[in-house]
């Protein structure tokens, strides 16, 4: 049974087509969902760096996670946010173990030639890792 999903968005399309079907399987099994953002900070990033890049992921992302909730509002569906500052996989997986979830969710990323054939570098590593089941969305 799942109860708990979680949903690795960047804004990206796939991250997008990933919600949907996260969507789709919270209202099925009435479950929760968590969204989870990860903001990459530049190398090497000064204190007054850090600050401006992450207030300025948590209005991108607040923004995007208001027009995700309007279309979950009407079915009702538990949902949570949650904009974190790291290496994207690494904060995915301890989440997902944190908040005991059932199944991760988050799309596909490959932008060469060769990326259409293997998983981004983030997925394989949520793959290898998570303690749950992970769907990868194109």
Do not use: W
Request: glycine share 6%; with cysteine; proline share 3%.
């Amino acid at each position: 049974m799942i109860k708990k999903i979680l949903v690795a968005f960047d804004g990206s399309d796939a991250s997008r087509h990933a919600f949907d079907l996260a969507n789709e399987l919270a209202y099925h099994f009435k479950a929760k969902l968590l969204l989870l953002a990860v903001v990459r900070l530049p190398e090497p990033a000064t204190s007054l760096e850090l600050g401006a890049v992450l207030d300025d992921a948590r209005e991108h992302y607040t923004a995007a996670f208001q027009e995700l909730r309007d279309r979950t509002n009407p079915r009702g569906i538990d949902f949570t946010t949650s904009v974190e500052v790291g290496h994207p996989a690494e904060h995915i997986v301890a989440m997902a173990e944190r908040e005991g979830c059932d199944l991760v969710v988050m799309g596909r990323r490959g932008r060469t030639a060769v990326g259409r054939f293997v998983l981004g570098s983030t997925s394989e590593r949520v793959l290898r890792y998570a303690h749950c089941a992970v769907t990868i969305v194109k």
